[in-house]
């Protein structure tokens, strides 16, 4: 089967009137990074920015390879744990999520004794899994007097610049839906898009479902209902998404002298997500009510590669203390998305007294999916971060890391979507970042005759503190607050860490933009397991 995929090119004002309400949310999510990486960093807290010498303290300050003292190379293991407490309206509901991914992996290569003044220059790459999305899944219910029928009779209604459709814009299109004529729903939808726009195109499935009828059938009929008729019924929010978000850096750093060392990272993105979201209406309260069921389901799948770029210092002013100073570019997004759609009911047949469906799937004339597509581009802000670690007599280390980020210059690029940043200067702000971690090492010995100098048990905890972009008082996304712990063992040239991590924070979601905006509020804890090997190469 051949399959078409429309392309729309909508001017950004339409475009922000009609897209689901977490668009520039995900946006956000996109353009924000996990704590992640090694298990000796995860339980510091990430506070490596003056430290180095560990594959993840690379993607705070590309400094810190120059402190390796050997080439190593490096893999993590990690178990994410996403229990959710959610309120919606006047229900709460408890969810848990688990998955296992390879997080990390990472090889850098030290070239010792370079010159009298380059005392020393590595060469890495690590790689890190920046957003984990396969336990993104969720769902929450309430009985509300609002569904699916007032959202599609608001496009009816208020979707052709503020005015209603006349009926007469959907003539030419089929009239009902039956049992065979799902190919001509579907090209019409298309047609009626490229013509009258999305407005047009919701106000149709929801006249052709019936979750929304004209007073008349008149062509110059502007008058329509809300078939639910505002009665309370069930309304079941569903959320799946699945997906990572990867970061790929390239290192380059050296040790300049006795005190100074410089660092580079050319860093690469990809972000791979599938995504379904799902509205469905039922258990409606009334004795015999004309909708019956409706569902509204939405599958959205992103694709997007990014490209940034970090450099950093990390300076040994005594034999004690080191400072670090880094920055981070903006990262520079393409993406490419697809979305499909599709609206199931079930109505009162009025001549037989019977359930009847009326279920839309948008297929093409050959039967496959309607997909639209679009392509923009986006770049998140970017960020300095300044660090300082001091070490008590190579047994004990106190290190703090504080990240400066102004997210009002998170910023559509592509002319497609710029009206959004208005909303991004509107709503977000700076932002604070505070990481503090401390490691105390015990040395021991394998055999009585053996010195062991490189044997240690590493125990580590840590805090951190991120503070939510959003300036309103009730926040999309809210603080951020962690703590961490774990313990290693260095045995020779290998290292076997462990560590594990909790962190809080409470966000709200609105599923839709108009008209079903009420929030759901989702307390979330997050927990994770991580376990890393490490090994000198030479």
């Known amino acids: 089967m051949k399959r078409i995929n429309y392309i729309l090119f909508l001017g950004a004002s339409l475009l922000v009137a009609n897209v689901k309400a977490q668009e520039y949310t995900d946006i956000f999510r996109y353009g924000t990074e996990d704590l992640t990486g090694t298990a000796r960093f995860k339980a510091m807290s990430g506070a490596f920015g003056a430290l180095g010498g560990d594959f993840s303290a690379i993607n705070v300050n590309p400094a810190g390879s120059a402190i390796f003292s050997g080439s190593e190379i490096s893999f993590s293991l990690t178990n994410n744990n996403h229990k959710r407490n959610i309120t919606f309206l006047d229900r709460?509901?408890?969810?848990?999520?688990?998955d296992f991914n390879l997080n990390h992996f990472g090889i850098v290569l030290v070239l010792p004794n370079v010159s009298e003044t380059w005392?020393?220059?590595?060469?890495?790459?690590?790689?890190l899994q920046t957003k984990v999305l396969d336990n993104d899944k969720f769902s929450y219910s309430a009985y509300n007097r609002r569904g699916i029928d007032n959202y599609f009779f608001d496009y009816a209604?208020?979707?052709?610049?503020?005015?209603?459709?006349?009926?007469g814009t959907f003539s030419g299109g089929p009239d009902r839906v039956t049992a065979n004529n799902q190919r001509d729903i579907g090209e019409f939808f298309a047609t009626l898009g490229k013509r009258q726009g999305y407005a047009a195109q919701m106000a149709y499935l929801g006249i052709l479902s019936q979750v929304i009828s004209p007073n008349s059938g008149a062509a110059t009929e502007t008058a329509y209902h809300a078939n639910g008729d505002a009665l309370e019924r069930l309304q079941l929010y569903e959320v799946e998404r699945s997906g990572y978000a990867n970061k790929y850096n390239f290192n380059f750093a050296s040790q300049l002298g006795d005190f100074i060392n410089l660092g580079l990272n050319l860093n690469f993105h990809n972000i791979n997500e599938k995504?379904?979201?799902s509205l469905r209406d039922n258990d409606f309260q009334?004795?015999?009510p004309f909708l019956r069921y409706a569902n509204h389901q939405q599958y959205i799948n992103t694709k997007g590669e990014g490209f940034s770029l970090q450099l950093g210092t990390i300076i040994k002013a005594t034999e004690n203390l080191r400072l670090g100073v880094s920055y981070q570019s903006p990262t520079w997004y393409t993406m490419k998305e697809e979305s499909h759609q599709e609206l199931k009911a079930t109505v009162l047949n009025t001549n037989t007294g019977k359930e009847m469906d009326t279920d839309i799937d948008l297929i093409n004339r050959y039967g496959d999916e309607i997909w639209y597509e679009r392509e923009y581009k986006f770049r998140t802000p970017s960020a300095w971060t300044g660090s300082i670690a001091y070490t008590i007599m190579k047994r004990a280390i106190l290190s703090v890391d504080y990240t400066y980020k102004a997210y009002e210059n998170l910023k559509y690029t592509s002319n497609n979507m710029k009206g959004y940043n208005t909303a991004f200067n509107n709503d977000l702000g700076d932002t604070s970042t505070l990481r503090i971690g401390g490691e105390f090492r015990i040395p021991f010995q394998l055999l009585k005759d053996n010195p062991a100098t490189t044997n240690y048990v590493s125990?580590?905890?840590?805090?951190?503190?991120?503070q939510s972009p959003y300036r309103k008082a009730i926040a999309t996304v809210g603080d951020l607050t962690g703590y961490s712990f774990g313990a290693g063992v260095t045995l020779g040239g290998i290292r076997l860490d462990a560590s594990y991590d909790i962190a809080k924070q409470t966000n709200l979601y609105q599923m839709y933009d108009r008209v079903l905006t009420d929030n759901a509020q989702i307390k979330s804890t997050y927990g994770n397991f991580l376990f890393t090997f490490t090994a000198q190469l030479f």
């Open 275 to 277: 995504a379904f979201y």
């Open 157 to 167: 209604t208020n979707g052709n610049n503020g005015n209603p459709f006349p009926l």
């Open 459 to 466: 125990l580590r905890a840590g805090y951190r503190y991120e």
């Open 286 to 288: 009334a004795a015999n």
């Open 92 to 98: 709460s509901s408890k969810q848990t999520k688990n």
């Open 119 to 127: 005392k020393k220059i590595s060469f890495g790459f690590n790689y």
